[in-house]
């Protein structure tokens, strides 16, 4: 069995990731149980038309350059005959269990990171002859077959791979990244590609002419880590092959967030406070369901603004408390008063399960 040296030079069982994502997920299933979207462009719209953005959109929208995200009003500039089809959660979160499903034929390992992605360790998977491949053409021909969908699979030796190699040949597509092609792929992988390199971080990178894996291996070690601190240390392990995050299965979740990108900046403090009010009284409903074994710990603010520039505020408490959201957003506005805001956000964290005492019996601690 091939052998992976980590960071520490521990030799570790070469282990098999496979990372799936289905292609344009709540599109895909609006047009298998719509034909009649077939051949069009369409997109699922937020729930408000005029203010909202899109969910996502198909293949054919995407010609266009329609994208998850974009304004209803700037898709129907790119695309006039773009199809808005609402959106019906409870549909696709049905459709997300059948996945599941699926993907626990094969191993108890997933990981699912939304409802139309998941990561599966096949590492003991004896099914196809323990082949991770043929595993995942199998996976990516149940899901068809059984689902009348498609998905798409990216196998490798860790996490960041296999996501990366699932996005190579959407939609419908296979790529299969073998532990001795690894370091020769990384070398040409552009860093805007890693998951979790943002806007900010990739002109950051940008400035100081790191564009890709080959320039953090080319970069002085010492200066990329003073200068992007846990960033550059985890570019720095990526572009070296090396990814020893292992697939946590049934992972809790550990916070909700209610958020919007909005088609129309928001220029003054009040529309700020009157968008919170509204995305205060959705996130109750959401913590809601948490509270039954977890308790919360912390509550927090993000506003992205109009240079996309991010910034978020938080504050440990354990209760929900609009007051402690207005303040920390308050906070927020006061020191960047002029800049428009494109997002705003709310979120709450949680601890691990709780069982002992309801959380309304907990003292209220504010620091
Ligand atoms: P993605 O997997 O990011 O996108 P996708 O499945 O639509 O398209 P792709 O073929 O590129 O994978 O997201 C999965 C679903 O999550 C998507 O169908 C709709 C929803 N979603 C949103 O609601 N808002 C968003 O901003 C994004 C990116 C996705
Ligand atoms: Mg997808």
Redesign the pocket.
Known sequence: MLKQATSKQIMLPQRKIIHI?????????EIRDNPIYQHLPIA?A?RSKRRG?????N?IA?QYGV???MPVFRAKQLCPDLVLVP?RMPV?KAVSDQIRAIFSRYTAIIEPL????AYLDVTNCQHCFGSATYIAMDIRQAIEKELNLTA?AGVSYCKFLAKIA??EN??NGLCVIEPDAALAFIKSLALKKIPGVGKVAQQKLADHGLYNCGDILNYPKQRLIEQFGKLGKTLLAYSQGLDNRAVQPNRERKSVAVER?FEIDLISQEQCLQQLEAFYSKLQERVKKHLVNKRIIKLGVKVKYNDFHIRTSERQFHQLDINIFQQLLLQLLKSKETKPIRLLGLSVSFSEAFIDSAPEQLSLIDS
């Open positions: 994502d289905m292609d344009c997920f709540f599109a895909a299933v699922i937020g953005v899109l969910s996502t959109c293949y995407r994208h998850s995200a959106g696709y939304s409802l139309d992605e798409s699932s996005d959407k939609p990108t």
